[in-house]
């Protein structure tokens, strides 16, 4: 029988359910680090070659980063998947609950199929509305266009690989995880200046080189699953698409993705506010974008770890551990950010010279990194602690914190200082600061009240 197969090709993760937090958080953590690291290697580069087709015009690099929100809504689609099949299959594997692990491949593909066609047809309507709505004109829009145009394929691509990275996550094997995400990354590296300047196709020539990489990671993807390299199967039997574990997945998911899309139409108004001010404070803030994800990279990998251990220990029973894991991931978590933030603060003035020769550009960059990157302490405790609630199955304050940090907080916030005490973009950035402080308090409060009533048995960790 297949849950039988599944029952005996299944192996615990050494140090999973006993001894050391630290080295089993660490062996989950580096190799998504090591692959979030080569993806923000492209995303450097993609930029480096997006602004080198004119040094000049900070339309180019301004225009790719206003569809910023569109692209964030697609992977908020997709992270959710991700996220919901891989707490479903953390917690199954905790439990043994072999029946729910047989289902979850093709459950969890069709959800992303479905989802990757409508966010396909509605881009490729409404592309001119959608660019409109984000405040591009002139060549900020001509270039928007250009751009998500070619780069939906890639999005396409990204909901079913996103349901299998969930599975590896789930089941511990980071390592295939990495490959994917190096392969796709690597392979774009090598194709923008082929399509940009070879081909002569501009802005959207970056745009199909991550559309072409991202399939071909795809690819690969299933390549583990082909060869039986990991214990959950994809049988390819539309039987097998259960309306009860595509529930399971979109319980964690949905509100995950929900959270990160109302992110999106937060940063939508915050564009607005910023171009507002200035259009070439629009392309910094673009451009800073890009480079803070290389200080909370190491934050998203801990809170990948987490959701994998905490998930498998709780499913185990074993609930002493959840606490355990979700102070180590914090005080790992602090020490990288710490880290990343005093490189970036110290190499600002070089690292973006690099991108621009628009000196007004260059000092809103320099000045946003100096006042921002170490108060992403905040948003790091926030995100392992969204993790952790993902991990034990109570996805509602996992949402509250995300809408607390920008929705409810940052962008009130920032209309505010910007246009009544009128700080200019310092009250841009001053609302983006004190939500994630606010966040960060009620993830570490709300936290600590579940993991200590679900240790005591006063509530129960949601099993599948």
Not at 114 to 133: G, H, P, T
Not at 294 to 301: G, I, T
Not at 341 to 353: D, E, G, H, N
Request: aromatic letters at 10%; a positive charge.
């Amino acid at each position: 029988m297949e849950e039988k197969e599944i029952a005996k090709g299944f192996k615990d993760i050494p140090g999973m359910f006993e001894g050391p937090v630290l080295p089993v958080l660490i062996r989950l953590a580096v190799p998504m680090l090591a692959g979030m690291v080569v993806q923000l290697l492209y995303n450097i580069t993609d930029t480096i070659f997006i602004s080198r087709i004119d040094m000049s015009d900070p339309s180019l690099v301004g225009g790719v980063g206003i569809i910023f929100p569109v692209m964030f809504l697609a992977m908020a689609l997709a992270g959710g998947l991700m996220t919901g099949t891989s707490s479903l299959v953390a917690r199954a594997i905790g439990e043994k609950n072999y029946a729910v692990l047989d289902l979850v491949s093709e459950s969890g593909m069709a959800v992303a199929l479905f989802f990757s066609l409508i966010i396909a047809v509605a881009s490729y309507a409404f592309d001119e509305q959608i660019v409109s709505l984000l405040g591009a004109t002139g060549s900020y829009a001509d270039n928007a266009l250009a751009y998500i145009r070619f780069v939906i394929p890639a999005a396409v691509s990204a909901f079913i690989a996103h349901v299998l990275l969930g599975i590896l996550q789930g089941e511990g094997q980071m390592k295939y995880i990495m490959n994917v995400m190096i392969i796709g990354t690597v392979l774009n590296i090598i194709l923008d200046p082929v399509f940009i300047f070879l081909l002569g196709w501009g802005v959207a020539g970056a745009a199909a080189a991550t559309s072409v990489a991202q399939t071909i990671g795809l690819l690969y993807a299933f390549y583990p699953f082909v060869k039986r390299k990991v214990s959950v199967r994809i049988h390819w039997k539309a039987g097998n698409i259960r309306p009860s574990v595509i529930g399971k997945i979109l319980s964690i998911g949905f509100p995950q993705s929900l959270g990160m899309m109302l992110m999106s139409v937060s940063f939508l108004f915050l564009n607005r506010i910023v171009v507002d001010i200035d259009p070439l404070a629009l392309t910094a803030f673009s451009l800073c974008g890009r480079f803070d994800q290389a200080v909370l990279m190491p934050s998203f990998a801990l809170g990948s770890a987490v959701i994998t251990i905490m998930g498998q220990n709780g499913g185990r029973g074993n609930y002493g551990r959840l606490g355990k894991t979700w102070l180590t991931a914090v005080a790992a978590g602090a020490v990288s950010v710490t880290v990343m933030a005093t490189v970036m603060v110290v190499l600002a003035p070089w690292i973006y010279r690099f991108f621009t020769d628009i000196p007004e550009v260059i000092h809103y960059a320099v000045l946003q990194t100096r006042i921002m990157e170490y108060t992403f302490v905040m948003a790091m405790v926030a995100i392992i602690g969204r993790s952790a609630f993902q991990a034990v199955g109570y996805p509602l304050p996992a949402l509250v914190v995300i809408l607390l940090r920008l929705v409810l907080i940052a962008v009130p916030a920032a209309y505010f200082f910007v246009y009544i005490l009128d700080l200019g973009v310092y009250g841009v950035w001053y609302g983006l600061i004190a939500g994630g402080f606010v966040s960060m308090v009620v993830s570490v409060l709300w936290l600590r009240r579940i993991l200590g009533q679900i240790t005591s048995g006063k509530r129960e960790f949601r099993r599948v």
